[in-house]
């Protein structure tokens, strides 16, 4: 399957929907990340809230406009709430996305991220490895970190886009995204986005959100990763490093604008 390439408007759209309509995610992901990933969130417009308690988990994300699933410091509590969030957020309507953080490499996540695809996930966003280790292709990277090229990673991204009903998002160099008959791919990033935590965790929530928007979820999934990698290359320019880059990277979301993007 040949990918087209994003159209820029399409990210510059998927902007205004953020700005316009400010969703409300329910955010069930790591302990690493849970501050960058709201200030992520919150530059870009959306309005983020981390709730984990099942009690609670099971009331908002019903309240909620889009849940994500991040398994990044899974526990068996954890589980359980992921569970009931997932379930609540089925029965009201809305979509949740799966990051299957370090799956294939252990395996109590990769077990219960499998569990979990049965659930039909509006969206998975995963590295090479991770999407390899959750289609059953491959055993999965070295922790957090793909040791497979994209290349590699499609054929699973597209046979896990057609198991699961999943739009399945491929980061790398070149992020990939697939509905299993389409995809699309999205170049920009820099590797220094590698250097910092929380980038693709926060590449998720930014996912999931998208999926509560307006407009082709394929095309929605691929501006948010056009989003992500604009504001990268931005924010490089404008740091000398990875503790300069993360404010710089939070302003550059801030001051993404639509019509320059289009």
């Known amino acids: 399957m040949q990918p087209d390439l994003l159209n820029p408007a399409h990210i510059a759209t998927l902007l205004?929907?953020?700005?316009?309509?400010?969703?409300?995610?329910?955010c069930m992901t790591n302990d690493v990340v849970q501050s960058f990933t709201a200030n992520v969130l919150l530059a870009l417009g959306a309005s983020p809230a981390m709730v984990i308690e099942p009690e609670e988990a099971v009331q908002f994300s019903a309240i909620a406009d889009a849940l994500l699933v991040n398994v990044g410091t899974l526990t068996a509590d954890r589980a359980e709430a992921m569970r009931v969030?997932?379930?609540s957020a089925r029965e009201a309507g809305k979509p949740w996305t799966l990051d299957p953080v370090a799956?294939?490499?252990?395996?109590?996540?990769?077990?219960?991220?499998?569990?979990?695809?049965?659930?039909?996930?509006?969206?998975?966003?995963?590295?090479?490895?991770?999407?390899?280790?959750?289609?059953g292709m491959q055993a999965g990277g070295r922790g957090v970190d793909t040791t497979d090229t994209i290349r590699a990673a499609l054929p699973a991204a597209v046979a896990l886009a057609r198991q699961s009903g999943a739009v399945v998002a491929v980061s790398g160099?070149?992020?990939?995204?697939?509905?299993?008959?389409?995809?699309?791919?999205?170049p920009g990033g820099d590797p220094l986005m590698t250097r910092v935590v929380g980038t693709g965790c926060a590449l998720s929530a930014v996912v999931a959100a998208s999926c509560a928007l307006p407009g082709d979820r394929l095309t929605n999934v691929a501006a948010a990763c056009g989003i992500m990698a604009q504001a990268g290359s931005r924010a490089v320019a404008a740091s000398q490093g990875p503790g300069s880059f993360i404010p710089a990277f939070l302003d550059a979301l801030y001051r993404l604008d639509g019509e320059a993007l289009a």
Do not use: K, W, Y
């Open 103 to 135: 799956v294939g490499g252990l395996t109590f996540r990769t077990d219960f991220c499998r569990e979990l695809l049965i659930l039909r996930p509006a969206a998975i966003r995963g590295n090479a490895s991770e999407i390899l280790a959750l289609a």
């Open 16 to 26: 205004q929907h953020f700005r316009r309509h400010s969703p409300l995610v329910h």
């Open 85 to 87: 969030a997932i379930n």
């Open 173 to 186: 160099e070149v992020d990939h995204i697939t509905d299993g008959e389409r995809m699309l791919a999205v």
